[in-house]
């Protein structure tokens, strides 16, 4: 036999699809008061506390309308349309923070979503667009402040704070992929001057650029930057054996690529100077790294922190830049770049003509002597492991 009807049930139906149709015409009483009933009969879903949150907002009703969706975010606490009138509500108010809040969590929630309703995707522009306005007041007030104490230039550690507190760039910290020392400072790029080497090494950037372009000339010994490594797994770097990207060594694992260093004496002669690791199997490692014309080189991080990494541009036409966490450097010819590489990093070349720079390693100057023996003996260490008789 089949059950009997439920009126209740019935009625609560009726309830619901009357407070739809009085939001549709825009009537926020008739619909709240069909909402309200519904609520009241102990029955109510979450969709039906949502329609009653729309229904006080119509009518300008924030306590109530907090109440409805406190009932939903305590069942659904991810559910975007609710967050989004939280975030609707603390604006109103003027509490731009917490707005802030509820309007991240709500974009957050539906990252990468497709086929979302209009009203929810509506919604969600205005979160947008809301978050980038607080954002502007937020900072507009922070200058003030700064401004009253004086303050008028920021040092550039500042304004990179001042940047992620409002929202404007994120935190970029050192995440290598292969190896991390803990305790060091997160620093994108450092100050050449503080380098005792790199004057002389600039002295002879002309006569190192002239043997880069004699390679760029003939292309012998260039071999693409990133190559496939057969034992290991394919990480789907986007220029994977691409010669847009690529590399003349002299020095490769530790070891010198003999062709190559003979047709360039004054590198390699700058080369030996320099406080370069030996880490057998591993380093030293050095090469013009070469990048063609309207090429980008996507950001990714370096495999160790206990490293800097070091560009002397050699052929650089214009447009080249190098961006290393929250900050980017044009590359100019002859001026060295010192950098964290297992801090994102990324690099342009979007001219029309060939950009070459030697690349090497030196040790981080932070790590003292025992720490850079311990280090090597780690990394020799790991080279031997599973290699040995």
């Known amino acids: 036999m089949a059950s009997a009807p439920d009126p209740a049930r019935s009625e609560l139906e009726r309830l619901a699809r009357s407070g739809i149709d009085a939001l549709r ?22 969709q039906i506390f949502l329609l009653l949150a729309q229904a006080c907002e119509m ?5 109530a309308e907090h109440r ?22 603390f604006a109103a108010a003027g509490d731009d923070r917490a707005a802030v809040g509820w309007y991240g969590l709500a974009l957050s929630s539906v990252a990468g979503a497709t086929g979302l309703p209009d009203d929810l995707t509506q919604r969600l522009r205005h979160a947008e667009a809301a978050r980038a306005a607080a954002a502007t007041r937020f900072a507009a007030a922070i200058e003030a402040g700064l401004a009253r104490a004086g303050v ?3 040092e550039p550690r ?13 935190p970029q910290l050192q995440q290598p992929t292969s190896f991390y020392y803990p305790r060091l400072p997160q620093i994108p790029f450092y100050d050449t001057t503080d380098f005792e080497w790199v004057a002389a090494l600039e002295a002879a950037a002309p006569a190192i650029a002239a043997e880069a372009l004699a390679v760029l000339a003939g292309r012998d010994g260039v071999a693409a930057y990133v190559e496939a490594d057969p034992n290991r797994p394919n990480r789907g ?22 062709a190559n260093a003979a047709r360039c004496p004054a590198t390699i002669t700058a080369l030996a100077a320099l406080p370069i690791p030996h880490i057998r199997a591993r380093s030293p490692m050095a090469l ?9 080189i996507p950001p990714h991080h370096g495999m160790l922190n206990t490293r800097l990494i070091c560009h002397l ?28 590489d297992s801090i994102e990093h990324e690099a342009w070349n979007d001219s029309d003509e060939p950009r070459a720079i030697l690349l090497f390693e030196v040790w981080r100057p932070e790590l003292s002597g025992t720490e850079i023996k311990a280090l090597t003996a780690i990394f020799e260490s790991v080279g031997d492991y599973g290699t040995e008789d």
Do not use: Y
């Open 152 to 154: 008028t230039a920021p």
């Open 313 to 340: 541009p050699l052929v650089v036409p214009p447009h080249c830049r190098l961006r290393v966490g929250n900050e980017t450097r044009n590359v100019e010819a002859g001026k060295m770049l010192i950098f964290d």
């Open 25 to 46: 015409r825009g009537d926020g009483i008739a619909a709240r008061s069909a909402f309200d009933a519904v609520v009241a009969s102990g029955r109510a879903t979450l």
């Open 59 to 63: 009518l300008g009703d924030d306590a």
């Open 288 to 296: 013009f790294s070469i990048l063609a014309p309207h090429t980008h």
């Open 68 to 89: 409805a969706l406190d009932a939903v975010l305590g069942a659904d606490g991810r559910n975007p349309h609710a967050l989004v009138m939280k975030g609707d509500l």
């Open 158 to 170: 500042l304004a990179e704070a001042l940047a992620i507190l409002s929202g404007n760039a994120q």
């Open 237 to 258: 770097h986007s220029l994977l054996g691409d010669p847009r990207w690529s590399a003349f060594h002299l020095w490769k694992g530790g070891e010198p690529v003999t």
